[in-house]
């Protein structure tokens, strides 16, 4: 079974007729193909998955959508296996954060992504795939990499943010347990006098340990509407004894201040963080780095 990558299904299709492939052949065919669907942030990134390997494992239950015209394209969740084969764990765990986010890479977007997106699939759905193919290729690495991966992600950074806090301390994350995405958090009969009829929704709440972090992007946090609604925010979460911190760009692109929002978490978490020597800086800058540029984040 071969794979045929393209931006959209209708390149991945036109590739595979270029190629003399056929989508609609069974699947012990030898010039049987799948048109598999990639964001173009990724491929301009890692241009060598247009050549996606020639997959020789069984076809796990789910792997194929059929399309009305009868072409064979892969699910989301086959597309993040056959992901796993070719990007290491911190750009792996990016990528599902995004097919699990409510946003989506959009360079035409001033912000580089687009907002309030239908989530491409879930932790969860990801986890029942990977279950029903044990042993396949990338199976491993693919499960390793949702122990850090969270729903609902409404942001490029939000998800960086969460990678690099919760990433394990040899990859040069901070080693946090997984916060939960633009969660709602715990009423108190006080809180609700402060909220009223309104929902709130924090970025990464840590439920445990009442701690919430509010990404203050440099966009989306300007202007005195957006102010006023923030400030009403933190009024509520103080209502409901929750502690607020807000983090800016310029703290998720230092390491030593970073370093200091994870070490409020974690003890909020009633954890410690490990000691942070050059070593481990230098892993973290390296870290960003991949993260940030791997999204390519303009804003950054």
Known sequence: MRFVVGKNLLEAKNRAIDK??????????????????????????????????????????????????????????FTYLLMARELEIPELALFAMALCGTYAIDTNDERGFVSDCVPQTSVEKLTAFLDGCPGAPGSRRAKQALRWVADSSASPMESCLTLLLCLPFRLGGFG???????????E???????????????????RDGK????????????????IAKDSKKRVVYAAASIQCITVTNEQVKDTEELTKVARLVARALGKRIRNTDLAFRRRHAALRERLLSFTRVPSL
């Not at 946090?176 to 715990?186: F, G």
């Not at 701690?211 to 957006?226: K, N, Q």
Request: glycine share 6%; net charge negative; proline share 6%.
């Open 211 to 226: 701690i919430m972090l509010e990404y203050d992007s440099d966009e989306e946090h300007t202007g005195s509407d957006r």
């Open 188 to 206: 108190t009969t006080q809180s609700r006098a402060f909220v009223g009829s309104r929902t709130i929704f924090g970025d990464l709440y840590w």
């Open 20 to 77: 003399a492939l056929d989508l609609k052949a069974p699947l012990d065919k030898r010039n049987a193909a799948a048109a598999v669907e990639l964001p173009e942030y990724l491929l301009v990134n890692h241009e060598e998955l247009f050549e996606l390997a020639v997959w020789r494992w069984g076809v796990p239950d789910g792997a194929y959508d059929l399309e009305k015209d009868g072409t064979r394209s892969c699910s989301v969740e």
């Open 176 to 186: 946090l347990p997984l916060p939960e995405l633009n969660a709602r958090p715990d």
